[in-house]
């Protein structure tokens, strides 16, 4: 494994070919393809945010809205982190109607 490769894993929270974060896992099958070790292998760009996006559209809104959760994390402070971010995060942009993936408007890019 390069360096580079390396950081990027690390910076995804990504140890041992594994997710650090429980409701990430679906992100091992998008990884895996780019990290190949020949180049003519590896997935493009466009391939990978294809990918991305039929996985992610698969997933619910509760899903999407989830907080990362970790792996190795203490079951008494995730309680009531799972509590907080529901009451005051989930519920708030339920109620605002934001949708839980940011799209931008159509024209912006152009």
Known sequence: MTMSNWARLRRLGIRRRQVRYLNLTFMNELIAPILRQEPAERLTIDKAVENLRQRTSKLSH?????????????????????VYHVLFRTISHLVQRTPPLPTPRPGTWD
Request: without cysteine; glycine residues 4%; proline residues 0%.
């Open 62 to 82: 509760w899903e999407l809205r989830a907080r990362l959760v970790e792996r190795d994390g203490d079951k008494f402070v995730t309680f009531f982190k799972n």
